[in-house]
């Protein structure tokens, strides 16, 4: 699988090098045109996770994109207003993930989305505390995180 991410971005940088052309788009589209050669070309063999993986993962960066920018505005409206809205909270989270690098990368997602901060983890690493800046509903920020950040994450991982 790595072997054909190694190549895919090959294939991307000879794209850019015969287009003359150094953008982030037409990077892309040589990663896209790179990924769409590999597939043809690896279509007949028995491990196609690479193939599965891609596009989840950037399905994955574009869901996290629109969360940091959905609480980014959310955060700027209430400081930018002469009333507040917060309703802090401590939500205690139950996770799905169970190893180190799961455990890590959901914590640092969570923190880096503005309004939730991770406060702690419990010793048997299966529930985290996570401090929400604007807290309805507790059972729906649960609800919200198992079925978006953390199934999309761990979809990617497993």
Not at 33 to 44: A, K, S, T, V, Y
Not at 106 to 111: A, D, R, Y
């Amino acid at each position: 699988m790595i072997r054909l991410f190694l190549m895919n971005l090959l294939l991307s940088f000879i794209w850019v090098a015969l287009t003359g052309s150094m953008y982030y788009t037409n990077f892309l589209f040589g990663f896209m045109l790179g990924f769409g050669i590999l597939w043809i070309m690896n279509r007949h063999d028995s491990d196609q996770r690479y193939f599965y993986r891609v596009p989840k993962v950037l399905g994955f960066v574009l869901y996290f994109f629109l969360q940091v920018v959905k609480a980014n505005l959310q955060v700027a409206y209430d400081v930018m207003t002469p009333k507040y809205f917060m309703k802090p909270g401590i939500v205690r989270y139950p996770l799905n993930a169970r190893t180190e690098l799961e455990i890590n990368l959901l914590s640092t997602m969570i923190s880096l989305t503005p309004g939730t901060l991770i406060v702690d983890i419990s010793e048997d690493k299966k529930i985290l505390y996570i401090h929400v800046m604007y807290l309805t509903d507790p059972k729906a920020f649960v609800r919200e995180m198992k079925t978006g950040l953390e199934r999309k994450l761990l979809e990617i991982l497993r």
